[in-house]
């Protein structure tokens, strides 16, 4: 079976067939969280979709690097080049020091990640880490011409690029159209132009976070860490760079500029970007009322959830869509997606408890190949699923009898399933990791061996009653060849 990946690249707005530079090495640039408060829904798509490339290109037999930069200086609070930094800002509201504020929303990033079973990245650096590396992009810059001193700070020079090469070639933007649409804003006299951004900001004499360096004590803009460190780990040309489809511009825009002016050529060869996350058809906002942490999805303790949605319902009810398209949250949508992931860990379970038969009725071939072509689609996840679901209503149909399945299938059934379910789309079941859940199944057992013990008296009276108290406690039980299994009803 041929395997070959196609990712649609977000420059040449076209599927592309995956050739890395150095195979079988593929390096894969993330853009990060700015660590100033909990994660929330919209972090975790990103999260998501490039995990599941990660576990892919692996799955392939690539040995990736992927590295996924944490923000924690110089992204202002109005995404642009002036007003607080945003961890300065928490830092001063928390009473912290800001580097606190870093640790803790790390800390914190990093647990809702392990929940939703995403890898580690191989390297996660910090912008504060590099502010060195930065100053030196910085001074390629200025001396390449593309970028100008003024009052302290250094700014890029948008019009000077344009010239030699495209500002706007990623994300499809006029230049001419972008210079229309801007104003001249209070407090950025010091630019030539409205469009330039900054590469180093001047800090105020209360500015917290701050660095000395040729043109006085400051900090860096925020697009700059990214260009900066995608190619210190990466290399000067690299295979992959992702992010949120809110990021295309103007940060990845100002990265592909940055990398140009000091380099001559783009660092990227694929870029890519996931869709947005809105809820009930609304964009996610603070001031929407509608903002949804991690923490609350995983508690049900925010008003506009119904209940509690486990990490896993949310990893599935993510994946149940393309990554390109947008994904809208809503209780019905979160509660099929629970249904949904149910459903396919259930037939997982069951699969395992499959007998081969020297008699074979199924085509597994087929079913694999299936699976396979929907991911080497662009990661074509909600058609894998779908395929995924006609291999659960197979096994569902052996299980009962009506198809047979030889030693042969059974075995690449099972591959498939494990590859694809718990490899490449990172599910895992949460019933037997929970210990709460583990605890249950101890006091079943307790019970089933009392009702067991009652039946062996002919005492049917307490083993009708043992049932009966299981099912009022939404516990149903069904008898099996080799004793019973346990669900909970939904
Ligand atoms: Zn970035």
Redesign the pocket.
Known sequence: MENKLTIYNTLSRKKEVFEPLNPPFVGLYV??PTVYGDAHLGHARPAITFDLLFRYLQHLGYKVRYVR?I?DVGHLVNDADDGEDKIARKAKLEQLEPMEIVQLYTNRYHKNMEQLNTIPPSIEPHASGHIIEQQELIKRILQNGFAYESEGNIYFDVERYNQKYHYGKLSGRKIDELFANTRQLDGQQEKRNPLDFALWKKASPEHIMRWPSPWGDGFPGW?L??SCMSQKYLGDVFDIHG?GLD?QFP??EC?IAQSTAAYGHDAVRYWMHNNMVTINGQKMGKSLGNFITLDQLFSGQNDVLEQAYSPMTVRFFILQAHYRSPLDFSNEALKAAQKGYERLMAAVKQLDKLHATTENTVDIDTLKNNCYEALNDDLNTPILISHLFEGVRLINSISAGNEKINAENLEKLKTLFHDCVFDILGLQGEEDSSASNQALGKVIDAMMNVRKAARANKDWATSDRIRDELKNAGIQIKDTKEGYEWSLEN
Do not use: F, V
């Open positions: 853009c990060g930069n923000t697009h860490e990214c992010g990021l940060h990845h990265e």
